[in-house]
């Protein structure tokens, strides 16, 4: 089966997006060849892929991944006549439910991001707990204490940061932008490769203001340039650590930025179509999670009301003029 998947690889590399067909391969390398490399393609039976996904299911995500991975293989291997169905489609491989983890940021939360953002680029921010080195046991000693203080952040990368999440875009799209993308004037960015293909995102004032701001990097292309000016920043991992720990926001992802801004954009009233346009996404359903966010105009709604009422039948005065019969 081992010879098949480089074959089957090869395929993936060739129709997926780089990104994609990394994680198929780490999938295939890290769990499929140690438990199914050595066994001949037709041979493989359903309950080899059951004990497979068992074995797994601590992490469900993972486990419905890698029997997604294995079901795209035999689905090849099938078309390529090495075997006559699918084993990893067989209807008694239940999949594991996966809960969904919607976390959006509140307006006093944003706000202590930005406070967290503004200390990172004007007086530093010390390492996340998580990501911190091991303190030396013992201090060299020609090392200065001011090595400890810490430095103000890289400007491009938390410029990245604030217009991630003033734009709704993913990480990937921001930390690779293009100056040729750009168009301030018009107020959009054209982003030649994305997740869904070619897409043009709306511009917000307080995003292109931002960009304005940003110094441009000789013989970069990029917005956000890496340690060298012809790649793109590696990262923003340790950086996005270091500023949601000062902002006590430990539980906060980088993508929840994305997310943050739908929320922002759907209690506000927007149609989902209107969300969709903004996030870029192919179709409505991928912006429906975002639905009963905008039920929040009508649940102050009806608590108005029925607040209203309750203090009458308390026999207490309140805002509601009473219609009068005979007016127009």
Same mark, same amino acid.
């Given at each position: 089966?081992?010879?098949?998947?480089?074959?089957?690889?090869?395929?993936?590399?060739?129709?997926?997006?780089?990104?994609?067909?990394?994680?198929?391969?780490?999938?295939?390398?890290?769990?499929?060849?140690?438990?199914?490399?050595?066994?001949?393609?037709?041979?493989?039976?359903?309950?080899?892929?059951?004990?497979?996904?068992?074995?797994?299911?601590?992490?469900?995500?993972?486990?419905?991944?890698?029997?997604?991975?294995?079901?795209?293989?035999?689905?090849?291997?099938?078309?390529?006549?090495?075997?006559?169905?699918?084993?990893?489609?067989?209807?008694?491989?239940?999949?594991?439910?996966?809960?969904?983890?919607?976390?959006?940021?509140?307006?006093?939360?944003?706000?202590?991001?930005?406070?967290?953002?503004?200390?990172?680029?004007?007086?530093?921010?010390?390492?996340?707990?998580?990501?911190?080195?091991?303190?030396?046991?013992?201090?060299?000693?020609?090392?200065?204490?001011?090595? %400890?203080? #810490?430095?103000? /952040?890289?400007?491009?990368? $938390? *410029?990245?940061?604030?217009?991630? =999440? !003033?734009? +709704?875009?993913?990480?990937?799209?921001?930390?690779?932008?293009?100056?040729?993308?750009?168009?301030?004037?018009?107020?959009?960015?054209?982003?030649?490769?994305?997740?869904?293909?070619?897409?043009?995102?709306?511009?917000?004032?307080?995003?292109?203001?931002?960009?304005?701001?940003?110094?441009?990097?000789?013989?970069?292309?990029?917005?956000?340039?890496?340690?060298?000016?012809?790649?793109?920043?590696?990262?923003?991992?340790?950086?996005?650590?270091?500023?949601?720990?000062?902002?006590?926001?430990?539980?906060?992802?980088?993508?929840?930025?994305?997310?943050?801004?739908?929320?922002?954009?759907?209690?506000?009233?927007?149609?989902?179509?209107?969300?969709?346009?903004?996030?870029?996404?192919?179709?409505?359903?991928?912006?429906?999670?975002?639905?009963?966010?905008? %039920?929040? #105009?009508?649940? /102050?709604?009806?608590?108005? $009301? *029925?607040?209203?009422?309750?203090? =009458? !039948?308390? +026999?207490?005065?309140?805002?509601?003029?009473?219609?009068?019969?005979?007016?127009?």
């Amino acid at each position: 089966m081992e010879r098949v998947g480089v074959t089957y690889l090869e395929n993936v590399r060739a129709r997926q997006k780089p990104k994609t067909a990394g994680e198929y391969e780490r999938l295939w390398q890290k769990h499929i060849v140690p438990a199914l490399g050595r066994r001949p393609v037709a041979e493989v039976d359903v309950s080899e892929i059951r004990r497979l996904h068992n074995a797994l299911a601590a992490t469900p995500y993972l486990a419905n991944r890698l029997l997604a991975v294995l079901s795209a293989f035999f689905t090849f291997a099938r078309r390529e006549g090495w075997r006559p169905d699918n084993p990893a489609r067989d209807e008694s491989l239940d999949r594991y439910p996966e809960a969904s983890r919607e976390r959006f940021l509140s307006p006093a939360e944003v706000t202590k991001l930005g406070e967290a953002l503004t200390r990172a680029e004007t007086v530093g921010l010390p390492p996340a707990p998580e990501l911190r080195k091991p303190a030396p046991t013992k201090r060299p000693q020609n090392r200065p204490k001011s090595a %400890d203080v #810490p430095n103000p /952040a890289n400007p491009h990368a $938390v *410029a990245a940061l604030r217009l991630l =999440l !003033l734009t +709704g875009c993913r990480e990937g799209e921001i930390r690779t932008l293009r100056w040729d993308a750009v168009d301030l004037e018009r107020g959009f960015l054209r982003l030649a490769d994305t997740k869904t293909g070619r897409s043009v995102r709306p511009l917000g004032a307080a995003a292109a203001e931002l960009l304005s701001g940003v110094r441009k990097v000789h013989r970069s292309p990029y917005v956000f340039p890496g340690l060298r000016p012809s790649v793109p920043l590696r990262s923003l991992k340790r950086l996005w650590h270091a500023v949601r720990f000062a902002a006590g926001l430990p539980d906060v992802r980088l993508h929840d930025l994305r997310h943050s801004f739908a929320s922002f954009s759907a209690i506000g009233g927007d149609s989902l179509l209107v969300t969709r346009a903004l996030l870029g996404h192919r179709t409505v359903s991928s912006t429906s999670r975002y639905a009963h966010l905008s %039920d929040d #105009p009508v649940r /102050a709604a009806v608590d108005r $009301v *029925a607040g209203d009422l309750a203090s =009458l !039948l308390r +026999g207490q005065k309140t805002d509601v003029t009473p219609i009068r019969k005979g007016r127009a």
